[in-house]
C-alpha cells in the first residue's frame, strides 16, 4: 500500500527512514538499495584507495632515502630484487635489469640501451599508476549518475504517489506529504551515495597525479645516471679497443 492510500484509509504513516522506505513503491525500492549497495561499494573503494597510496608514498620515500644515501646501485638492487616492489622502487629494478641483461650479451647490446631504458621506464610507470587508479572509475560513476539514479526514484515515486492521490480523490496535505517525503528520500540517498565519491574521488587522484609526477621525475634522474655511466663505459670500450 501506497503513503497516500494509507494516509487515506486512515492508517498512521510511521515518518522515519525505515517506515519511508518499507512504504515505498518497489521501484523505489530498487533503487534505494541499488543506491545504498553503490555507497558501500565506494568506501569500500575509498578505503582501499587510500591504504595503498599511503602505503606507495612511504615506499617511495624509504627508496629516495636509500637511492640518496650513497650506497652502489648494485648493492641497492641486489637488496630490492628479491622481494616485492611498488612506485620507485619497482621502477628502479625494472631499469637495472634491463642494464645488467644488456652486460650479459654481447657488446652491441649497449647500441639503443638508453632508449631501452626509457621504455622500460616509461611502461613500469604506466603500470603503477595503473595500479593506483584502478576502481577510481567506479566512484566517479557514482558521483555523476548517484543523484540521477535518485530523481529517477523521486519522479517514480511522486507519479505513484499522485495515481494513488487521483483514486482516494484526497488532496489534503495528510495525504500528499508522506508519499512525496518517501519519493524525495531517494534524491537523499542518491546524493548519500554520490557526494562522498566524488570529493574522494578528487582526493585520491590528485594523490596518485602526485605519485605519477614524483616517478617520472625519478625516472628522468635515474635516466641521466645511466646515461652518464653508458657513456663511460662506451669511451672505455673504445679506449681498449685503440
Known amino acids: 500500500m501506497s503513503p497516500a492510500e494509507a494516509a487515506a484509509g486512515g492508517m498512521p504513516m510511521e515518518m522515519t527512514f525505515w517506515g519511508m522506505f518499507?512504504?515505498?513503491?518497489?521501484?523505489?525500492?530498487?533503487?534505494?538499495?541499488?543506491?545504498?549497495?553503490?555507497?558501500?561499494?565506494?568506501?569500500?573503494?575509498?578505503?582501499?584507495?587510500?591504504m595503498l597510496i599511503s602505503s606507495v608514498e612511504k615506499s617511495m620515500d624509504r627508496f629516495e632515502d636509500q637511492f640518496w644515501s650513497g650506497n652502489s646501485l648494485e648493492e641497492l638492487y641486489d637488496a630490492l630484487s628479491t622481494r616485492p616492489t611498488s612506485g620507485m622502487a619497482t621502477l628502479f629494478v625494472a631499469a637495472m635489469r634491463e642494464w645488467k641483461r644488456s652486460f650479459t650479451n654481447a657488446a652491441s647490446a649497449f647500441m639503443g640501451l638508453q632508449a631501452r631504458i626509457e621504455k622500460v621506464l616509461d611502461v613500469s610507470i604506466a603500470r603503477e599508476v595503473e595500479r593506483l587508479e584502478s576502481q577510481l572509475l567506479v566512484l566517479a560513476s557514482v558521483a555523476s549518475a548517484g543523484p540521477f539514479i535518485g530523481l529517477f526514484g523521486t519522479v517514480w515515486g511522486i507519479m505513484s504517489s499522485f495515481r494513488s492521490i487521483a483514486m482516494s480523490k484526497n488532496t489534503s496535505l495528510a495525504v500528499v506529504a508522506p508519499g512525496i517525503a518517501e519519493a524525495l528520500f531517494a534524491t537523499a540517498i542518491g546524493l548519500f551515495?554520490?557526494?562522498?565519491?566524488?570529493?574522494?574521488?578528487?582526493?585520491?587522484?590528485?594523490?596518485?597525479?602526485?605519485?605519477?609526477a614524483r616517478m617520472e621525475s625519478f625516472a628522468d634522474e635515474f635516466s641521466s645516471i645511466l646515461s652518464r655511466q653508458i657513456d663511460q663505459h662506451v669511451a672505455a670500450e673504445r679506449g681498449r679497443a685503440a
Open 22 to 50: 518499507w512504504g515505498a513503491h518497489m521501484v523505489v525500492k530498487l533503487v534505494m538499495l541499488g543506491l545504498l549497495a553503490a555507497s558501500l561499494w565506494s568506501w569500500a573503494i575509498i578505503v582501499n584507495k587510500f
Open 193 to 212: 551515495a554520490a557526494i562522498p565519491a566524488l570529493i574522494f574521488y578528487n582526493i585520491l587522484s590528485g594523490r596518485v597525479a602526485r605519485s605519477q
